[in-house]
């Protein structure tokens, strides 16, 4: 190697040049798999006589969909139920993630117990749930639970509330004139509350003062609400629900299908995010608790304060999959009827139109954005609460 | 989620396959693979139907049945995938199934956009509704505020909507995905009211714990023309699925029946049932089968009356009348074109 004369600078022996020629070639290996693919599709579509393209996206769709939370009727187009579609997935998955958030930190927070029965009570929850095949958990909520409520007629009744096998009802409000009134009494009440929080914050800081902020805060938002519907004149009405021949008509109603889906969704992915939370608050040092109690910390203070920001950074990464977990499986709720995203668009729509591709590659699409989206903003959140080194 | 994993196998199938030769020639396939892969559904009594033993029996499966007699002379030489109402018309157009015989209504749409061709109706349905009998319902038209199941990607769930809004009528739609689990959501109370095809509700019903506390409502609210279904560009292949239902149909006209038509093909002189049997002249060459292939259909599978009565006759437990499918002779619209 040493007694070369001559080196040879050709640029095919230069490590740049090579490295971005085995790019080009994988580059176009990579293009013409895709570009032979793409082809191959369409000629077989044209060959089969399989009509393409989104063009049935402004015809009227003519299906009923259960649920809808903005305005849809059966001569709706396929446009509109898809968006119904979409909000339903939105819906579930977010409800689902909040809720599945409370039970997994109560439920972790309840395996660490120093109450044996509690403990051992947490342990048996999770052991069951995460143990358990979904899609059969949504089965046994909606075929084994809500199925055995009473019919309409002999409803559970609760004040103005009934409970049934055709889902939750409750008094729907209608709002009179003079509820702006209320509305911007509410508004004010929450810009005062954080003006308050603020300030709390901020005295503590300077003075050492600790002032109960939260609590009063929430005094101040429910007293001026309350003060606004005083002055208004209570412009609210009640649609009360009611009996009919054959359902309760009237009122708002949670159908069994959302209720059996939430349940599902949040208990299962609970259990997980239970383990989560546990592991998390064991990976603190004792010496952190022994430390803050040693400063004469209560033990809320302790752990709201100590625990629970260094526990944190270790539950947030492995928290973000239980979400993404979540709002995919919010997908298993079209076999219980629950009209999302799948059930809608890869159920209905695929099958009046007969627009395979095009249907299940929006669904793919709107699952990616919404899986990418609660990773965005997981990692935010994770940059935010990591530890920032002084 | 196993039927969407099939629906993403399936488009993934149709990117696939190469596209020379893929539409045509399904005839030289299914000879190659010596049988007849037919997509049916995942259990509607009298139509296509699994028993204990994994035996299928019913209407469709007998229109694949004599497919396969006519091709092999060998009813026994077909292989069912069973598919639920939203994968079976990817199933057909991907090539995984070459018929598709599961009570699938033929409609405008979906014989023009879909790249399929149906083929003949074996059975001409309309759908109703089922509800409770202590309900004291007596018509369609007291389903004001009812809550209705139904399965989901069919022509009901269109056909329900229409029908509500036409009477002004307001309801709750529970739209399920298989036809199983709509069923047990209706007999869970979940529902006032199941629809489906007339045909559907009868099979249906006799899967309840107690079918008489249900009844079925007068009103037919549209018109359900089943038959098999192929795909799309293979002439010879819709001619034969299309030939082997109209063969059963004149048989029975003829009065041929699996059990006399040994001893007619040998006694007759009737020219029009020699060339149907193939003891005259050679019928099958034009399709491509054998001589005998109208014979092995009748002598194997039977005319389009026995296998009526075999599936869904009054003496079966789905006991569904003739009505509109009696033949054109005694007072339905059966009618097939006469083989010369």
């Known amino acids: 190697m040493s007694n070369k004369t001559k080196p040879n600078n050709s640029l095919l022996n230069d490590a740049g040049t090579r490295a971005l020629i085995f790019q080009l070639l994988l580059l176009s290996v990579v293009v013409f798999v895709g570009y032979f693919l793409f082809t191959n599709l369409q000629n077989n579509l044209d060959n089969r006589g399989i009509s393409t393209g989104f063009a049935f996206f402004n015809e009227p769709a003519g299906f009923p969909i259960l649920i809808h939370l903005i305005e849809y009727t059966d001569s709706g187009t396929y446009g509109r139920a898809f968006a119904v579609a979409l909000i339903n997935t939105f819906v579930i998955s977010l409800l689902g993630i909040a809720l599945a958030t409370v039970i997994g930190v109560v439920i972790g927070l309840a395996r660490l117990s120093n109450n044996w029965l509690v403990a051992r009570l947490a342990t048996v929850y999770v052991e069951t749930l995460r143990n358990l095949p979904l899609l059969l958990q949504m089965f046994f909520w909606y075929f084994a639970v809500l199925a055995a409520l009473p019919a309409p007629a002999n409803s559970y009744e609760f004040a103005d509330f009934l409970l049934n096998k055709r889902g939750i009802y409750s008094p729907n409000p209608i709002f009179q004139d003079g509820f702006g009134v209320v509305v911007v009494g509410f508004i004010l009440s929450i810009v005062a509350a954080v003006a308050l929080i603020v300030w709390a914050k901020k005295r503590q800081t300077k003075t050492g003062l600790w002032f109960p902020a939260y609590w009063s805060s929430l005094g101040l938002i429910v007293a001026i609400t309350f003060l606004a519907l005083v002055i208004s004149g209570f412009p609210i009405e009640f649609d009360l629900p009611e009996k009919s021949r054959f359902n309760i008509s009237g009122g708002m109603v949670l159908p069994p299908e959302f209720v059996a889906v939430l349940i599902a969704l949040s208990t299962y992915t609970g259990a997980f995010i239970a383990e989560i939370v546990r592991a998390g608050i064991l990976s603190v040092n004792w010496g952190q608790t022994e430390a803050a109690r040693s400063l004469g910390l209560r033990d809320s203070l302790t752990q709201r304060l100590i625990v629970l920001p260094q526990a944190l950074r270790v539950i947030i990464p492995p928290l973000t999959s239980q979400y993404l977990n979540l709002a995919k499986n919010s997908s298993l709720g079209a076999a219980i009827a629950y009209p999302e995203l799948v059930s809608v668009v890869m159920g209905t729509t695929l099958n009046q139109t007969g627009q395979a591709i095009e249907t299940i590659g929006l669904c793919m699409l709107v699952y990616g954005s919404l899986s990418l989206t609660i990773s965005m903003f997981m990692n935010w959140y994770n940059k935010k609460m990591s530890l920032i080194e002084r | ?340």
């Open chain 2, 1 to 340: 989620m196993k039927s969407n994993v099939g629906k993403l196998l399936s488009t993934a199938a149709i990117a696939a396959t190469i596209s020379t030769g893929a539409a045509a020639a399904t005839l030289d396939d299914v000879k190659a693979k010596g049988f007849i892969q037919c997509g049916v559904s995942q259990g509607v009594p009298g139509f296509s139907n699994a028993d204990s033993n994994g035996e299928w029996s019913g209407i469709d499966v007998d229109a694949c049945r004599a497919t396969a007699a006519a091709i092999f002379g060998d009813a026994q030489k077909v292989k069912f995938t069973p598919l639920s109402a939203k994968e079976r018309f990817t199933a057909l157009q991907s090539g995984e199934i070459d018929i598709l015989a599961r009570n699938t209504t033929w409609t405008y749409t979906r014989d023009t956009s879909l790249g399929l061709d149906f083929t003949t109706t074996n059975f001409y349905d309309g759908q109703g509704f089922m509800v409770r009998k202590d309900l004291g319902v007596e018509s369609a038209k007291d389903l004001d505020g009812a809550t209705v199941c139904t399965e989901q990607g069919t022509t009901t769930e269109l056909n329900m909507a229409d029908f509500f809004r036409k009477n002004k009528l307001s309801y709750v739609p529970v739209v399920v995905q298989k036809a199983d689990e709509a069923l047990s959501a209706y007999s869970s109370g979940r529902c006032d009211v199941f629809t489906t095809d007339k045909s559907g509700l009868a099979a249906h019903r006799s899967k309840l714990s107690d079918p008489s506390a249900h009844v079925i409502l007068p009103e037919t609210i549209s018109k359900e023309p089943l038959g098999p279904v192929v795909r799309h560009g293979d002439n010879q292949w819709k001619d034969i699925v299309t030939w082997a239902m109209f063969v059963q149909v004149n048989a029975e006209e003829m009065g041929i029946t699996s059990k006399n038509v040994e001893k007619i093909k040998t006694e007759t002189i009737d020219p029009e049932i020699k060339r149907l049997l193939g003891a005259e002249g050679d019928m099958g060459a034009q399709l491509g089968l054998p001589a005998s292939w109208a014979y092995d259909i009748i002598a194997k599978v039977g005319n389009y009356g026995e296998v009526f009565e075999r599936n869904v006759g009054p003496s079966t437990p789905v006991n569904l009348p003739r009505g509109l499918n009696a033949l054109w002779t005694e007072g339905g619209i059966m009618y097939a074109p006469p083989v010369r």
